[in-house]
């Protein structure tokens, strides 16, 4: 299991989810750069070893990235895995080339979003090359939504033989739904305070709400802290609106919580929201990626464009104002992650696509 870093993030969730599911039958070594839950994660209960990653990194550098590339061909050819399943963007292109290079015959690549849609200009080119260039060299593409596989698809940066869809899942059950009693409904917001999150435009939405309504807490950190910052303070609604940093509580803080709020300009189908939706909290998101396939406009949530202030505004106040909405659309949203994007469902059908690929090379299959 490969990923770029060992920080927390959606992707980082995704591995460390699966985790459980592969330990029975798998010998299973998790290598990410830096430390974080997901190097917590592969050392216990799972029994996956961890290798440490120096070289890759999310910045792209030529010069580091040839020796991010060498790195992992050196730890592929000391640990000769039957299967390298590679996630995130970098790690998707270097960990694809390498394991070819190193002779591993199964080569699986997890899109959580489109690396080429979360950018723009120059860098969304480099990206959409590197996938491309990358792809006879993907046993299988996994996607994360419907929405990722038709973009790849028209991208040409996979194939449709190739490419299936899991969605990612969550522990609904295990996920606590509880509630306080608040003077005014708290809004919480969650991810790494980076593009393409976009928490200026979610700062600029909450300044246009009355003042009187809501508290808003923003769960997080990165390289946009500082600006996020000032424009709280230009805005004038410090008292409000509070940035938690990263919190190992986000489960018990989102059951604490009234409305969740993803303000992204681009996605792939957000674990955020479904933690949200297992608390059994209405969720405003922007209309990107695989949102939609999570929210049910109207049922579940609303959805707003990205990057517009106003609208994401008047959702939220929506919501503010109808205590009895908020409740309804928080428990079909509970119910509705219960049914589709349960964990077994989840592990099921990555256990299959190993199995399926390694019967197809005559390699031995772990029992059911």
């Known amino acids: 299991m490969l ?3 060992a920080e927390v993030g959606g992707a980082q969730t995704y591995v460390a ?7 029975p039958g798998f010998d299973v070594v998790v290598a990410a750069h830096g430390a974080g839950p997901l190097r917590e994660a592969a050392a216990t209960p799972s029994g996956a070893r961890f290798v440490p990653l120096e070289h890759v990194r999310r910045k792209v550098s030529p010069f580091r990235d ?15 895995p039957d299967i390298v399943h590679a996630n995130s963007s970098k790690a998707g292109v270097l960990g694809r080339l390498a394991a070819s290079l190193a002779g591993v015959p199964i080569r699986i690549f997890t899109v959580h979003g489109w690396a080429f849609s979360a950018h723009s200009g120059v860098a969304s080119r480099l990206y959409r090359w590197a996938d491309r260039l990358v792809r006879p060299l993907t ?7 419907d929405t990722d596989r038709a973009r790849g698809l028209a991208a040409r940066t996979c194939t449709a033989e190739t490419t299936v869809v899991i969605p990612n899942a969550i522990d609904v059950d295990g996920a606590p739904a509880s509630r306080r009693e608040r003077p005014r409904p708290l809004i919480v917001a969650v991810g790494r305070l980076k593009a393409p999150k976009d928490f200026l435009t979610l700062v600029r939405a909450l300044a246009l709400l009355p003042g009187h309504a809501f508290d808003a807490a923003i769960v997080g950190d990165g390289p946009d802290r500082a600006e996020l910052e000032a424009a709280i303070e230009a805005l004038g609604i410090g008292e409000r609106v509070i940035l938690l940093g990263e919190r190992e509580d986000v489960r018990q803080l989102l059951a604490g919580a009234d409305i969740f709020v993803l303000s992204s300009a681009s ?6 929201v479904l933690e949200a939706m297992a608390a059994g909290l209405p969720v405003v998101g922007s209309h990107v990626g695989g949102v939609p396939e999570l929210v049910v406009e109207g049922e579940t949530g609303l959805l707003v464009e990205a990057g517009d202030p106003e609208s994401l505004a008047a959702a939220l106040d929506t919501l503010v104002e109808d205590a009895e909405l908020r409740r309804r659309m928080g428990d079909a949203g509970r119910e509705r992650a219960r049914e589709r994007f349960d964990l077994e469902r989840f592990w099921e059908a990555h256990r299959a696509l190993y199995s399926r690929e390694l019967a197809k090379r005559g390699l031995p299959v772990p029992a059911p």
Do not use: D
């Open 3 to 5: 990923i770029t870093l």
């Open 17 to 23: 989810s699966l985790l459980p599911a592969l330990a």
């Open 66 to 80: 040839v020796a991010g590339l060498l790195e992992l061909v050196r730890v592929l050819r000391r640990e000769r």
């Open 139 to 145: 046993t299988a593409t996994i996607c994360v939504s």
């Open 267 to 272: 996605e792939g189908l957000p674990v955020s």
